[in-house]
């Protein structure tokens, strides 16, 4: 018998264990991209959307190489991500200390560019009607502004920015 429960009890923390050490980042933009290769150019492999959860695989400077609940395998720019926290004290049910997935996801909706997806007038307006004392003039005009990819990379070679000579 006490074989049983030490080895439950074992089986228990390594189980923890296990749990504790597999790190997960959530999605905190509105879009991005999960990419072949560590590179903002590199082939898009899917899209992500807020709120999203990633298990992490691997770290390679400012990139990670994660994977999704469907099992897709990709790279993220630490900019596009946080790590997920996990409050092992809290042990008060009652209490929220964080927002869902969803909440955040949420959170991500409503501004942009019209017909964008995600983008809500009524979240807009109310928002410009509250503060009416704030000039959206150009807000409005920059969302819409359009770079294709080829334009953007020619911008970063030109000036030697990101993978194409300067930080990473």
Same mark, same amino acid.
């Given at each position: 018998?006490?074989?049983?429960t030490?080895?439950f009890?074992?089986?228990?923390?390594?189980? !923890?264990?296990? #749990?504790?050490?597999?790190e997960?980042?959530i999605?905190? @933009?509105? %879009?991005? /991209?999960?990419?072949? *290769?560590p590179?903002?150019f590199?082939?898009?492999?899917?899209?992500?959307n807020?709120?999203? !959860?990633?298990? #992490?695989?691997?770290?390679?400077e400012?990139?990670?190489q @994660?994977? %999704?609940? /469907?099992?897709?395998? *990709?790279?993220i720019?630490?900019s596009?991500?946080?790590?997920?926290?996990?409050?092992?004290? !809290?042990w008060?049910?009652?209490?929220?200390?964080?927002a869902t997935?969803?909440?955040?996801?949420? /959170?991500?909706?409503?501004?942009?560019?019209?017909?964008?997806?995600?983008?809500?007038?009524?979240?807009?307006?109310?928002y410009?009607t509250?503060?009416?004392?704030i000039?959206?003039?150009?807000?409005?005009?920059?969302?819409?502004?359009?770079?294709n990819r080829?334009?953007?990379?020619?911008?970063?070679?030109q000036?030697r920015?990101g993978e194409?000579?300067?930080?990473?």
């Open positions: 018998m006490k074989n049983k030490a080895a009890i074992l089986g228990g923390v390594l189980l !923890a264990a296990a #749990l504790f050490a597999a997960t980042y999605v905190k @933009v509105r %879009t991005t /991209a999960l990419r072949s *290769g590179k903002f590199a082939s898009q492999v899917l899209s992500l807020a709120g999203e !959860a990633l298990l #992490l695989l691997k770290k390679e400012d990139w990670l @994660v994977k %999704t609940p /469907a099992g897709k395998v *990709g790279w720019h630490l596009a991500v946080e790590p997920r926290k996990v409050d092992i004290l !809290a008060d049910t009652t209490a929220r200390k964080q997935g969803s909440e955040v996801a949420l /959170a991500a909706k409503g501004f942009g560019r019209p017909g964008a997806k995600g983008f809500n007038k009524n979240v807009e307006d109310g410009k509250r503060n009416k004392n000039s959206f003039v150009w807000v409005d005009k920059m969302s819409l502004l359009s770079v080829s334009q953007l990379e020619t911008f970063l070679k000036g920015l194409f000579g300067g930080a990473r």
